[in-house]
């Protein structure tokens, strides 16, 4: 078998670099549905996945998809799914069978414009607040958000070991143009990839209990067919894992599966800033949007405007204390997004009114450009 | 001293700290879910590598009762993620335990295409008309002009013919036993389990508290249909088994044919080198 990993220098898209790193992550299974501009993931997978001992299919529909994941996950098999706003709206269901059932999984969304069939072929981040709020019922989620082909590799790898130490599906909302744009990607060698797993049971398996929180707040993960006779269901449990329709035992379990995001927001939220030192106006931005953001940083800059920029690269978990702290420090806010304003908003709202929030953004289909945001700048301030 | 239970031989597959369970009196799904057990039981296999997955409804209870590993998903979606636990363990011998709503209503399309693929798993559905769990609704499966809460001036639909649906879609094992027969039952579950491709069993069952009560069907009448109304008929043709009791229910084995199933066409076609 060749080794796994493709070490070296490439030319590829996005969604090529999403799928290497994938496999570089140890992902063995993928459950997919073609759709704009997610394709060329599943496709890429299709032609990799056999050839390194794991499993592609591809199933009747993205409901479809997401079980066919969760299930995978159970057997010990690091298992992914990607796909775009309509598919990301079936999977909806099952992602929160995925939170509630804490199965580690990654569900990569390459966004394209909606609502709807929408804009199928071009690039938008509409689906922010869908990421974070789409399954039913409350629940913590993490997502993150790359720039470029290069950095979505790694994220793939982040994802998957953010899944297995949390034990819960882990989103990647990436776009059209970060999907499909051709960049440098440099593959390292695989003893420079870190890669985590779930942790598994020790102990007796007659007195072991699914859900009993190990020390970071993340129960032991057995898979299926090791003997712990586990019971997994959707409806509320206890620790045990077993349905328990009491309003402690709702009280109980939500405690875990938000505790264990909320006690662990260090390891999990990532922002990169840059000329934010001195800077008198905070740009927000992440993904393809935080591209066009950077380089209006340096505009503004050559104008005499301090701009600089705080880089989503977790979108949720949201960073409130870092805007929070720029907001005792900037004169105003500017998030940059290919939305109506969804990030826009947690901005406000973390900012608390300590410093006026603004927003560059439309509807999706294009690329915000640099000039867009520098004007924003000279106007608003 | 306190007095000693006697032990019943499929105590080790129940799940005691779970009982008692929630299905109602006369309900036919414990029957049913005993010939499965005793199939299982019976395999000789190793219980370790077995999976029970359910979906949503009173039949979808059974993953919550069985001493096994167990998984209660969501509504209409058992079949995809036992087809996620079977190739990506191919070893695991993977039981789809659940209801005519979920199986062949909302999680119709996904039973259709486990068909075609030939997923290694074993598909039980209880049919019992309707939508217990809700409170009787009409189901995919409700006969013409039957009264349900959400047909209260009878159904106007035509139900599927569910052992036509599976043998059209590809399956390699289809039958079809009422709760009743629990013998013919538990036997042609034992024969699912060993075969190696998609298997799909029907099994009729009363829901006397939601579909038996609104149709003037009392428990032991409903029994007695099943027993005078039924017709053993083994290779029948998929075409003759819509369900009418007034011409009689066709049971038995109709299909039990060798196809390669998804696995071992994947094995053969994505990654020959590794057969060698
Ligand atoms: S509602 Fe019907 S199907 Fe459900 S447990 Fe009661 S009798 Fe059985």
């Known amino acids: ?381 | 001293m306190a007095k000693k239970t006697p032990k019943h031989p499929l105590d080790d597959l129940i799940r005691k700290d779970r009982i008692p369970h929630i299905w109602c009196p006369g309900c036919g799904i414990g029957t049913i879910f005993s010939s499965c057990l005793t199939a299982i039981k019976e395999s000789g296999i190793d219980l370790k590598k077995f999976v029970m997955i359910s979906g949503i409804g009173c039949s979808g209870r059974a993953a919550g009762y069985v001493n096994l590993d167990s998984f209660h998903t969501t509504h209409g979606r058992a079949i995809p993620f036992a087809t996620g636990v079977k190739l990506a363990n191919p070893e695991l011998n993977v039981i789809v335990f659940s209801g005519d709503g979920d199986l062949f209503a909302i999680g119709g399309n996904h039973f259709i295409h486990a068909a075609r693929r030939n997923v290694d798993i074993t598909v039980i559905c209880v049919n019992n008309f309707n939508y217990g769990m809700t409170g009787g609704q009409v189901a995919a499966t409700t006969p013409n002009m039957a009264k349900t809460t959400t047909t209260p001036f009878g159904n106007p639909e035509t139900p599927f013919n569910l052992p036509l649906m599976a043998y059209a879609a590809g399956a390699t094992y289809v039958a079809r036993w009422t709760m009743l027969h629990s013998r013919d039952l538990t036997e042609s579950i034992s024969e699912a389990i060993l075969k190696n491709g998609f298997s799909f069993i029907e099994a009729l069952s009363p829901c006397p508290i939601n579909y038996g009560r609104r149709n003037k069907l009392k428990p032991l009448d409903q029994l007695k249909l099943y027993q005078e109304k039924t017709i053993i008929k083994n290779d029948a043709k998929p075409t003759e088994l819509d369900i009418n009791f007034e011409k009689g229910v066709v049971l038995g084995k109709f299909v039990d044919i060798e196809r390669p199933t998804y696995g071992d066409s994947y094995n053969k076609i994505c990654r020959p080198d590794k057969l060698e």
Not at chain 1, 124 to 146: C, F, K, N, T
Not at chain 1, 287 to 305: C, P
């Open chain 1, 1 to 381: 078998m060749k080794p796994a990993i493709n070490t070296g220098e490439h030319f590829i898209t996005g969604d090529v670099a999403c799928a290497e790193g994938a496999i570089a992550a140890g992902c063995r299974f993928f459950g997919g549905y073609p759709i704009t501009p997610a394709t060329e993931i599943t496709e890429h997978l299709s032609a990799r996945l056999p050839g390194v001992g794991g499993t592609f299919i591809q199933m009747e529909d993205e409901i479809a998809a997401i079980a066919s994941v969760l299930g995978a996950s159970w057997t010990g098999v690091k298992s992914m799914t990607a796909t775009s706003g309509p598919g990301f709206s079936l999977m909806m269901e099952n992602i929160g069978l995925g939170i509630c059932t804490e199965t580690p999984c990654v569900v990569v969304n390459v966004q394209r414009v909606g609502p709807s069939t929408g804009l199928p072929t071009q690039a938008a981040q509409g689906d922010m607040m869908q990421a974070r709020w789409g399954s039913h019922g409350d629940y913590e989620i993490i997502v993150l958000s790359p720039s470029s082909p290069q950095e979505i590799f790694y994220q793939t790898i982040t994802a998957f070991n953010m899944s297995e130490t949390y034990r819960l599906p882990v989103l990647i909302l990436a776009d059209e143009i970060v999907g499909h744009m051709s960049e440098k990607v440099i593959i390292p060698d695989a003893k420079h990839i870190k890669t985590v797993s779930r942790s598994r049971p020790k102990g007796r398996k007659d007195r072991f209990k699914l859900y009993e929180p190990g020390p970071n707040g993340v129960a032991p993960m057995p898979a299926i067919g090791e003997g712990y006779n586990i019971h997994v269901t959707g409806l509320t449990h206890d620790t045990k894992g077993y349905p328990a329709m009491t309003v402690d035992t709702q009280k109980e379990m939500m405690a875990r599966l938000t505790g264990k995001i909320q006690n662990n927001l260090k390891d999990i939220i990532k922002t990169e800033s840059y000329r934010l030192d001195d800077a008198e106006i905070a740009i927000i931005s992440y993904g393809i949007s935080a591209r066009t953001s950077l380089s209006a940083v340096d505009k503004a800059r050559r104008q005499g405007i301090k701009a600089g920029l705080l880089r989503l690269i977790t979108i949720w978990p949201f960073p409130e204390d870092q805007i929070l702290k720029l907001a005792e420090k900037v004169k105003g806010f500017v998030t940059v997004e290919m939305n109506l304003g969804q990030i826009h908003l947690e901005v406000k709202r973390c900012a608390g009114g300590r410093a006026p929030a603004f927003l560059v953004g439309h509807p999706g289909g294009t690329i915000i450009s640099p000039d867009t945001v520098v004007k924003v700048l000279q106007e608003a301030f």
